[in-house]
């Protein structure tokens, strides 16, 4: 049965390589919904594996529920997310967790309070229209320890696509704590040929294949898109368009290096040259 493009939407906009273990690349097929062997819960992240992960809470006065989504901590007291993540009217009260739960066990956590006047929205262009990218000021710092750390984003002079690189996601399933995924990194032209019609991919976007990897269950907007060089885990994607796990599309991100110069203006965080 094939999927409406309403239905499609409507996963985005909800929520949703393995461990020494890469898949060969198969025919794509159209999109369906049924029990995919794509679809995978991936992995449970172990204490201080990531350090920047950040779950977001915010509770609106018209909700009774709490919305969730996610971060990443880029300096002490900055948060990098998308503007989905974080655009609530009226909001009752917001707050992250740092030092996410691990089987169960909350000793590590940092609950700090968010203030809504401490969100900026990057602003809608001309060229490309909404732009998905936004930054938190938390109302204090967190506490660096052996469990919370700021991660590193790209210097001014990285001009890497990550193009067949491994990407590493991260995702929160409810009382199991962080779990994680790795994909490869896929070109924005083989990205743009398998999403259409329904989104568009463009230069501020980069993709993974879940072809190469698997599907991530449980991932949440502005989940962190990671990847590993001489100098570490870097981030260089903040999840923007997530389909259910059964779906054969790729996962959209919103790429960082593509809004450096924003990110600099509207955080405390420097790129290095």
């Known amino acids: ?12 906009l909800c929520v949703s390589v393995i461990d020494g273990v890469v898949l060969d690349p198969i025919e794509r097929p159209s999109a369906k919904i049924a029990p995919s062997p794509l679809a995978t819960d991936g992995y449970l992240a172990y204490p201080g594996q990531f350090l920047h992960h950040a779950a977001l809470r915010f509770k609106t006065k018209s909700s009774t529920r709490v919305h969730g989504c996610v971060g990443s901590l880029i300096t002490p007291v900055y948060i990098l997310t998308t503007a989905a993540c974080v655009n609530h009217n009226s909001v009752e009260y917001a707050f992250a967790i740092l030092g996410s739960l691990f089987n169960g066990n909350t000793e590590w956590e940092q609950h700090i309070n968010i203030s809504m006047n401490g969100v900026r929205i990057h602003p809608p262009s001309p060229m490309y229209g909404h732009n998905d990218i936004a930054t938190i000021h938390m109302d204090h710092p967190a506490t660096l320890n052996e469990y919370v750390q700021p991660i590193r984003l790209p210097r001014l002079s990285d001009t890497r696509t990550y193009e067949m690189m491994e990407g590493t996601a991260t995702s929160a399933l409810d009382g199991e704590g962080l779990r994680y995924l790795r994909n490869q990194v896929m ?3 083989d990205c743009h040929e398998a999403i259409q019609p329904l989104y568009n991919i463009s230069a501020q976007h980069i993709c993974t294949d879940t072809y190469i990897g698997g599907s991530l269950c449980g991932r949440n907007s502005g989940s962190a898109l990671t990847v590993e060089d001489e100098n570490g885990r870097m981030l260089v994607g903040v999840g923007n368009i997530v389909f259910l796990c059964d779906l054969h599309y790729p996962i959209r991100h919103i790429r960082v290096s593509y809004f450096r110069e924003w990110i600099e203006l509207y955080s405390d965080y420097k790129f290095e040259p």
């Open 1 to 12: 049965m094939k999927v409406s493009v309403a239905a499609i939407l409507l996963s985005a």
């Open 187 to 189: 070109s924005n032209a």
